[in-house]
């Protein structure tokens, strides 16, 4: 589960809570905004090289499979 993965992280010390990539300070909610705005994955991480391709895969992985079980 994402929750307790190791691509994410979430502290009331990091962000004021906001979940996080592991090890960085940018929040998931960019990602999602990047994509929805129709930007790739490059110009996102060119945008934040503190967080690496292997992250944001295997996040819209999981997200994915999350996404399909609870249809399923």
Known sequence: ???DSLIISVSSEIMGGTPVF???RVPIQT???YLKAGESIDDFLDGFPTVTR???I???EEAGKQL???AA
């Open 1 to 3: 589960m994402l929750n």
């Open 22 to 24: 592991r090890g960085t």
């Open 31 to 33: 990602l999602l905004d």
């Open 54 to 56: 292997e992250q944001v």
């Open 58 to 60: 295997v996040f819209l």
């Open 68 to 70: 399909i079980s609870m």
